[in-house]
């Protein structure tokens, strides 16, 4: 089977750390593996209100519709979140949230359809590898693979702060190289 990646880039900032780890870790896929890039930031998606309990959801429309559509068709999909508050992004939670409305369109079948697929995860934060402050983010993911029956495949964690510092992490570069084997 014809392995498909989706990149969804959580960050607010562009070209940051962890979108510039998942670009190197992204060069050394396989050539026949096609690859899919989705800024959140450019799909913008309109707030989430819980109505399971009320009227439901309709099925998604507009940029919802795209990523729904966008993240049903990978195979391996790689969420690509810096650490914000010991947690994803606003961008990345927005996007989780969707999944439950997703997940409620009994047409989409989109808890069925996401089962046995690969989730992964790329994030830096700005601490020094003993500090662990991607743990939360790396909970949530594959606690939300398990939900989801997808597989969890891992998380490369870089660390730096400042724009452009990853490139002097060898360590998480090094770890890019392998990362999606």
């Given at each position: ?145 398990e939900y989801m029956s997808?597989?969890?495949?891992g998380a490369l964690i ?24």
């Amino acid at each position: 089977m014809k392995r498909n990646f989706l990149f969804v880039v959580s960050s607010t900032r562009r070209d940051g750390n962890s979108e510039s780890l998942a670009q190197h870790a992204a060069r050394f896929l396989e050539p026949e593996c096609e690859q899919r890039w989705l800024r959140l930031i450019d799909h913008p998606l309109p707030a989430f209100f819980d109505m399971r309990h009320s009227s439901g959801y309709p099925p998604p429309e507009g940029q919802a519709k795209l990523l729904c559509d966008a993240t049903l068709a990978a195979t391996d999909l790689v969420l690509v979140t810096p650490v914000y508050w010991y947690s994803v992004s606003w961008p990345a939670k927005l996007y989780l949230d969707h999944w439950s409305a997703w997940m409620r369109a009994p047409e989409l079948r989109f808890r069925e359809r996401m089962a046995g697929r690969n989730l992964w995860a790329v994030t830096s934060d700005s601490d020094t590898a003993d500090e662990g402050s991607a743990k939360p983010v790396v909970d949530v993911l594959q606690r939300t693979a398990e939900y989801m029956s997808m597989r969890w495949a891992g998380a490369l964690i870089g660390h730096a702060n400042r724009p452009g510092e990853i490139r002097g992490h060898g360590g998480a570069l090094s770890a890019a190289e392998t990362f999606f084997r």
